[in-house]
């Protein structure tokens, strides 16, 4: 198919109307914050975000599977001295649109770099919103699992009657927990706060976010040869993660240096070959170059 594998010039509303109905996988994508990047992008005030946004997420919906989900990493900004609600506006109108916010996930910036503020200390974290079309979405939680932690050695080694049984929930919420479950687990699953240094090695776009940070999210919502969409895809970073990944990849961006860019970063990755082991959430370090 003409749009696999791919990085295409354009603005994505336009270039996704292309694309058949329920073709992709996974959306991850980092759009211009608003009044920010305006050398490339022009600059979206903070009062038109949403406007701007939402014939872009419609298109979004139209192509994302049923089965698929749409990860946005946005965060809001500071406008005459406090924060601007376009984040919390947008997420309401993509409800009106249709989505189901699922979920939200944070991006703890382990390195932001210091600073001092009269109001306010510095911002370390970003939001990754998780969107869907529907409750039944494609999760392989496995994949992400995490080492238990030296905590388990001794919490795990002395239970009592009541860490045997199942704990429920003191608020009704239907939750609980047995703790005797994790006994001899050398895995759990994450939480939903994701503590990753910022990407400082590229200096030819501004706003770049490390690649473990798209890793993550196909790991944990695609298996190899699904289809990931970037559509504000800037340096590639999230096509070069589900090109490694073994997945299919599609990135769109109206700035033609970032097309180069993306195709140079493209070219030389080292594919892995996935292996068994990695829907048990490990991943084979097995490795295939591939040019072009």
Known sequence: MEYINK??????????????????????TSPPYADQRKN?????????????FLPKSLEFKR??????????????????????????????ALRSQGWLWTEEYIWHKKNSFPGKWPNRFRD?????????????????QENVMI????????????LSDTDQIRDESK???????????????KKVYPTNVLYLATECSNK?????????????FIKLFTEPGDLVLDPFVGSGTTCFAAMELGRNYLGID?????????????SGVQIRIPSVAEKKGDYSNERVEKNG
């Open 7 to 28: 990085i295409l010039l354009g603005d994505c509303g336009d270039v996704l109307k292309n694309l058949p109905e329920n073709s992709v996988d996974l959306i991850f």
């Open 40 to 52: 490339t992008y022009g600059g979206i005030h903070p009062d038109d975000y949403v406007e701007w």
């Open 63 to 92: 192509v994302l599977k049923p089965t698929g989900s749409f990860v946005l990493n946005i965060k809001e900004r500071v406008v005459a001295g406090e924060r601007h609600t376009y984040v919390l506006d947008l997420i309401l």
């Open 124 to 140: 370390s974290w970003e939001r990754l919103l998780h969107f869907t079309k529907d409750k039944k979405f494609k999760i392989y």
């Open 147 to 158: 080492p238990i932690g030296d905590w388990a050695k001794d919490r795990l080694s002395n």
């Open 171 to 185: 608020v009704n919420s239907g939750f609980g927990k047995n703790i005797s479950n994790w006994v001899g687990r």
């Open 204 to 216: 030819n776009h501004s706003a770049v976010f490390p690649v473990e940070l798209p890793e993550w």
């Open 254 to 266: 109206i700035v033609e240096e970032y097309i180069d860019l993306s195709h140079e970063r493209l």
